[in-house]
C-alpha cells in the first residue's frame, strides 16, 4: 500500500522569506501523480501544484515549486516570497495511474506566517 | 459556479439520527468520492464512484451509505449517528484519463458534522 509521510508537523515562515514544506511517500508503481493541497482555516481543500511522475521537470506555479526526487521518493514544496494568505494546513497526496486511484494524503504541515 | 457543490456546510445532530449529505458537481466528472477528515486533520477516502458504480467501498460501518442517482451527484447517508462520526465530510470528483486536468482530483468547500 501506498504511504505518504510529512515529518514537519508545523512550520514557521518570515513575510517574503522562502520556506520548504518536506513529503515522502512509498510506492512500487512508476507512474503516478504528486500534489500540494492547501487548507486555510475555512477547511477548503485547494489545489496549489501537480506532477506527473513521468516528467523530469519540476512543477512551477508563481511563487511555489517542487523538487521532485523519483528514486529518493521526496515531493518537497517550495513557498517563495510568503504572504500571509499563505498560512493554512498544507497536504501532500499521492494517486495511482492505474486501479484503485483515490488520493491517499499526509498527515499535513501546519505553516506559520509571520508578519 | 461552484464547481463541486455539499449541503449542508454544517450540521449539528443528535446521536442515534440518520442524516445526509449532498454532493452534485457541474465539472462534467465521472468519477466522485467521499473523503472524511478526522479530529487531527488526517484525511482518508471513505467511497468512490465512478459513472454511478460503486469502485471504492473502504472499511467504513455499514451506517454509512453512499448513493449516486447520476455521474453529477453523490450523496452520503448516516444512520443511528455516533459521537465518532462528528468530522468534515468532502466531496470530489475527477475526470480520469483527461491529460488537460492532469488527473486532479477537486474538493468541495466540505460539510461539518457535529454529533452531540
Known amino acids: 500500500a501506498q504511504t505518504v509521510t510529512q515529518s514537519q508537523p508545523e512550520m514557521s515562515v518570515q513575510e517574503a522569506e522562502t520556506v520548504t514544506l518536506s513529503c515522502t511517500y512509498d510506492t512500487s508503481e512508476s507512474d503516478y501523480y504528486l500534489f500540494w493541497y492547501k487548507q486555510p482555516p475555512s477547511r477548503q481543500m485547494i489545489l496549489v501544484i501537480r506532477q506527473e511522475a513521468y516528467k523530469q521537470q519540476n512543477a512551477t506555479e508563481n511563487r511555489f515549486s517542487v523538487n521532485f526526487q523519483k528514486a529518493a521518493k521526496s515531493f518537497s514544496l517550495k513557498i517563495s516570497d510568503s504572504q500571509l494568505g499563505d498560512a493554512a494546513m498544507y497536504f501532500c497526496a499521492y494517486r495511482r495511474d492505474t486501479g484503485r486511484r483515490a488520493l491517499t494524503f499526509g498527515s499535513g504541515t501546519r505553516l506559520q506566517v509571520q508578519p | 459556479d461552484t464547481a463541486v457543490s455539499q449541503t449542508p456546510k454544517y450540521l449539528v445532530t443528535q446521536m442515534g439520527n440518520d442524516k445526509s449529505i449532498k454532493c452534485e458537481q457541474n465539472l462534467g466528472h465521472d468519477t466522485m468520492y467521499w473523503y472524511k477528515q478526522d479530529s487531527k486533520k488526517f484525511l482518508k477516502i471513505m467511497f468512490s464512484y465512478n459513472n454511478k458504480e460503486l469502485i471504492i467501498n473502504e472499511t467504513v460501518p455499514n451506517r454509512f451509505s453512499p448513493k449516486s442517482p447520476d455521474k453529477a451527484h453523490l450523496n452520503l447517508h448516516i444512520n443511528s449517528l455516533e459521537l465518532g462520526d462528528s468530522a468534515v465530510y468532502f466531496c470530489?470528483?475527477?475526470?480520469?484519463?483527461?491529460?488537460?486536468?492532469?488527473?486532479?482530483?477537486?474538493f468541495g468547500e466540505g460539510s461539518w458534522l457535529t454529533v452531540v
Open positions: 470530489a470528483s475527477s475526470q480520469d484519463w483527461d491529460n488537460e486536468s492532469g488527473n486532479t482530483i477537486y
